[in-house]
């Protein structure tokens, strides 16, 4: 695993260009969109590092499309990305879960352009409480053929052409895939580039842990109450349980260490709370890169589903292929 020593590290720009040169999938102008992606997460991390200092704390008042407070760091997040990607032409299109509708920024006119889609800020009720959140990203080809940014985007997670997310943790870490594997760089501060922290990430087949908002259980279909039981009954499972709250870090701890994450259907949200384009089909596409599993709907395939809207939701089951198979005894 390549680590940063004195003077020898590869950059997120680098390992672009290198995948690019073995991976026809991502033709030449797509580092230029990834740089657009990497410098607004930069910008990001310097807020999020700067909370409490700066007026990024709270509500800023209103309500996204989603029915949930819009808080100053959303805004901040989802703007930096539209700026940096508006600036990319081959960025035809994009679309945010803070955002009503997707937006045109170029017409298309190669086969060479791109939809980027985005949850800008994951986790955004953590920020108050220095709790890690992140900005979680998905990038389709935009089709020529087919009129509309509403139709064009509505495309299954298995089309993702690339995906990944950002997680402004104990430090701020990339983490992404372009169907080559699933690769790790760190944000060194003191040269602002990310660097190469872990190459063709494995997620372990099995670990210990369950990730679930449990004050829910009640509210939670019967067949997970019963999975949720026997996980933790020390003669069934026996797991231990971690949930912070924001799906990006649950994910990430998940991706190093193994275990499985349940957004089941509940009471208030009967379809799942997650959103299918902005949350699951990112972190399913990393997951499986990583030999993980990630169920939605029916037990079916995150990457299978066929939206019906950009701001579908999905219940979501995603983690160790083993956890998984364990929990789809109970809940298949
Ligand atoms: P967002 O901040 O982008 O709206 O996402 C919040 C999501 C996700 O990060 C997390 O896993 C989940 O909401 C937590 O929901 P509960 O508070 O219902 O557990
Ligand atoms: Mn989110
Ligand atoms: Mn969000």
Redesign the pocket.
Known sequence: MPIKRDGEFVTFGQHIQQQQQNFPQAKGQFSWLMSGITLATKMIAAYVRRAGLIDVWGDEGSVNV?G?AVKKLDIIANDALKRTLGYRGNVGIIAS?EDNEPRVLQDVDSDDSYIVMF?P?????NIDVNVSVGTIFTIFRNPPEIEGAEKSVLQPGINQVAAGYVLYGSSTVLVYTCGNGVHQFTLDPQFGAYLLTREDMKMPEHAGVYSV?EAYLHRFPPSYQRYLEWSKDPEGGGFSSRYV????A?FHRILVKGGIFL?PPTAAHSGG??RLMY?CNPLAFVAEQAGGVALGAGGKRVMELEPQGIHDRTPLVIGSRKNVDEAMRFLG
């Open positions: 989603q949930e879960e949850d800020l994951d986790g955004s009720s908002n709250g924001s799906l990006v649950d957004y709370k997650l949350e």
